[in-house]
Nanobody, 115 residues
């Protein structure tokens, strides 16, 4: 099983980034996919989640209206489009796959929002 995140980096406040998570080694279309983040000194938090067929999507309140999660079950990739970024969005962002108690994690990608 592999989850490989990409797309992180340094961006100014108000800017945008698009994270990608390429998955392999499991039946991607059967798993709920999520993005989590962890800032220094803080617990890991759920940012956004999308069900296996994309029929249900949830966001943490702090990113509603700014972030969009999507998935491509053919490309076995999940995305997180992040707009209007704020310094408080700075964190390591992790991709997660979950189904029936099985949970897989990526290695994380750093997002830094700073002027």
């Amino acid at each position: 099983v592999q989850l490989v995140e990409s797309g992180g980096g340094l961006v100014q406040p108000g800017g945008s980034l698009r994270l990608s998570c390429a998955a392999s080694g499991f039946t991607f279309s059967s798993y709920r996919m999520s993005w989590y983040r962890q800032a220094p000194g803080k617990e890991r938090e759920l940012v956004a989640a999308i069900t296996s067929a994309g029929g249900s999507i949830n966001y943490v309140d702090s990113v509603k209206g700014r972030f969009t999660i999507s998935r491509d079950n053919v490309k076995t990739t999940v995305y997180l489009q992040m707009n209007s970024l704020k310094p408080e969005d700075t964190a390591v962002y992790y991709c997660n796959a979950w189904r029936g108690g099985r949970s897989y994690w990526g290695q994380g990608t750093q997002v830094t929002v700073s002027s």
